[in-house]
């Protein structure tokens, strides 16, 4: 099974992911975007990431490209060798627009059952935990938050951090799961 969280930064899904590993009866491995971001060597990734200086001042919204790109175009990989494997895996991932990665996952995960689930904050809390974090651009989640939530998005749960602690949403999801056979809500896309 694959629980996919998607969200903005900082919007607490690596704190659900926690919470639902402690809280399953069953075991959960736990990979996020910043997993990723973890293993590549530090002058990939403190290596300024925006299209433009008018881009970082405006929209703190990094351009993924080169090396890292490459990284990310392995996650669905890493993921489905996991599953492939018959382990269960949480994946806290920052999906914005009509990614690819997205319309990968659908494809690649036809065979298993996966939940997709929207991780929401309120714009307030999530500067403040940007602040408080200190390892993020200040409006980092800002400009993600309208590209990772988009229209095209059909999740099968929706939670807040603003208004439920990260332990309380991952009793939400896994109560729902448990209420909910998997759905092919993941496999749809509006057009």
């Keep these: 099974m694959l629980i996919l969280l998607n969200g903005a930064s900082s919007t607490g899904k690596s704190s659900i992911a926690k919470a639902l590993q402690h809280l399953s009866e069953e075991p959960f491995l736990h990979i996020g975007v910043d997993t990723f971001w973890d293993m590549m060597p530090r002058h990939y990734v403190d290596a300024p990431r925006f299209e433009s200086e008018e881009d970082k001042k405006t929209t703190s919204f990094p351009k993924v490209e080169g090396y890292p790109h490459n ?41 298993h059952t996966v939940y997709f689930i929207g991780v929401y904050c309120a714009l307030d809390v999530l500067r403040e935990r940007e602040i408080l974090r200190g390892d993020r651009r200040i409006g980092q989640g800002r400009a993600q938050l309208d590209r990772v939530h988009t229209p095209s998005r059909f999740y099968d749960l929706e939670v807040d951090t603003s208004t439920a602690s990260p332990w309380h949403c991952a009793q939400l999801i896994l109560d729902f799961i448990s209420k909910n056979p998997p759905s092919p809500t993941f496999l749809n896309v509006k057009r």
């Design 71 to 111: 990284v990310f175009q392995a996650i669905p990989g890493v993921l489905k060798a996991l599953l492939g494997a018959h382990l269960n895996v949480i994946m806290d991932d920052v999906i914005c627009g009509d990614a690819e990665r997205l319309r990968t996952y659908r494809s690649m995960f036809k065979a």
